[in-house]
């Protein structure tokens, strides 16, 4: 699982430079995915690493989180 403080700072690496307040949130998904309220990348946690590489993101943008299995 990942800390709330962890969580609190981590933002979407293709959204955070965006204008606009507080860019790039991130909400945890069954404790295995973290997903951009702005853009809807879906990062994976592997090993409780998060894994915030937009090419990563990518890969899951266009699944709906409910289909998200185990990273």
């Known amino acids: ?3 709330k403080t962890l969580l609190e700072i981590l933002r979407c690496p293709a ?3 965006l204008p606009q307040p507080d860019p790039g949130v991130l ?8 997903v ?3 853009c809807q990348r ?3 946690i592997r090993d409780r690493i ?3 590489l937009i090419e990563e993101g990518d890969q ?6 409910e289909e998200l299995g185990e990273p």
């Open 1 to 3: 699982m990942i800390d």
């Open 15 to 17: 959204c955070a430079g």
């Open 27 to 34: 909400d945890l998904v069954a404790d295995a995915w973290l």
């Open 36 to 38: 951009c309220q702005d």
């Open 42 to 44: 879906k990062y994976p």
């Open 50 to 52: 998060p894994v915030m």
């Open 60 to 65: 899951y943008r266009d699944t709906p989180v």
